[in-house]
């Protein structure tokens, strides 16, 4: 299963980004193979519809799930049409490695 | 020549809650009963009160549609490139499970996904945006009012068909929305003079400044009204004398105001003396739009 999560920077010390479709990097991170792929979010400065953009972006590396701080009205039918979680970490200071390491637990 | 008694008036103000609706609402009623041809436009089109204080009977309700776009998924070649033509991501697509949707709420209603479509999967339905309604108040005086549909994100639409509904070649009076943003600039784009609500308070003065630069560079004329005057500091009067700004007209803080505001009745209804200082008011302003007209 693969699993997206919102990140500040492009390392496993990175914190989680808060903002879903704004955030500097989505960590793709595989529970099987334990890889994980950093791609930076081209749609962090767009205009509008960022939300949209970035569910694109992560729905089409065939994730089920989401790991931010929040997500946007917009794009929460979208998800769930898609059959992709959210989930929500609230504290802002959870590293990438400490997320992963909960997942594996 | 431009006729000078052919005068648009938008009513303004950065920070919200200064007091332009009552500004508006007043002046309107003292041009009305003393004899003028007046409209006016509530281009608060996400919270439109005006109407309140008037008794008017609807002679007209406009709906005020946006063109989406309609794709039949049949047609559909997952192809792209209606998303590669939008600006402003409202089509999601995911080609390899077959999924494209479009985002109503983003969608501008360019028409650009209709030209990228090759296939004729792209049709245009209307999303109705809001309605402007139309009251006359008596055969002198008629109030237009933008409403904005619930859960539609922009009422730039819905003020630019109020507008075109008000358009008249008497008095406008403009009751424009709070801020400096779209719809703010819609409203004043196509004022004659520009009247600015604020209070003697450093939120009044932050918003101030902010609406002054704003109209500055769009090349308007404008004065300032200090609404609730007694309260707060002199930094507001002492920012009009460094920039040069004319000081239109102070209204004290009074609980006698605010009273009958709240229970919907018009101060100069019941107070000839500020039916007296809104005309007085509106001649200053018409001399320097006449003014301005001859220099054309």
């Known amino acids: 299963m693969k699993i997206a999560i919102t990140s500040q920077g492009n390392s496993l010390e990175s914190l989680i980004d808060q903002r879903f479709g704004r955030c500097a990097y989505f960590v793709v991170y595989d529970t099987e193979s334990r890889a994980m792929e950093y791609i930076p979010n081209p749609n962090r400065e767009v205009e509008e519809g960022a939300g949209p953009a970035s569910v694109q972006l992560v729905a089409s590396r065939n994730i089920s799930k989401i790991i931010s701080g929040e997500f946007g009205m917009k794009i929460k039918p979208l998800l769930d049409s898609l059959n992709i979680q959210m989930i929500v970490v609230k504290n802002p200071n959870k590293t990438i490695h400490e997320i992963i390491e909960m997942l594996n637990h | 020549m431009i006729d000078p008694e052919e005068i648009k008036i938008a009513i303004a103000s950065g920070k919200g809650g200064t007091g332009k609706t009552l500004i508006a609402t007043n002046l309107f009623y003292s041009l009305y009963t003393n004899g003028n041809s007046t409209t006016l436009i509530d281009c608060d089109a996400e919270e439109p009160n005006a109407k309140i204080f008037f008794n008017g009977e609807l002679n007209k309700t406009i709906p005020v549609t946006q063109k989406v776009p309609f794709i039949d998924v049949d047609r559909c ?220």
């Open chain 2, 77 to 296: 070649t997952f192809c792209g490139k209606c998303h590669e033509y939008c600006s402003y991501n409202a089509i999601f697509i995911l080609p390899p499970v077959k999924i494209i949707q479009v985002m109503e709420d983003l969608c501008h209603g360019c028409g650009a996904c209709l030209i990228a479509c090759k296939e004729g999967a792209i049709t245009e339905k209307d999303v109705l945006l809001g309605n402007v309604n139309s009251y006359r108040i008596n055969p002198l005086a008629r109030l237009v009012e933008g409403r904005t549909g619930i859960g539609i994100f922009s009422p730039v639409p819905v003020i630019k068909a109020a507008l075109k509904e008000g358009r008249t070649d008497q008095i406008t009076i403009m009751d424009a929305p709070p801020g400096t943003s779209c719809p703010f600039i819609q409203t004043v784009v196509s004022a004659d003079y520009v009247i600015l609500v604020t209070e003697p308070t450093p939120f009044g003065l932050s918003d101030l400044k902010q609406s002054v630069e704003t109209l500055r560079i769009m090349n308007k004329t404008f004065g300032v009204i200090i609404n609730r005057s007694g309260i707060g500091n002199l930094d507001v009067y002492n920012y009009l004398r460094d920039e040069n700004i004319d000081l239109l007209l102070e209204i004290p803080y009074d609980r006698m105001i605010a009273s009958l505001y709240s229970s919907g009745i018009l101060i100069a209804q019941k107070t000839i003396s500020w039916q007296e200082q809104l005309l007085a008011m509106m001649n200053t302003i018409k001399a320097y739009h006449a003014s301005s007209c001859y220099q054309r």
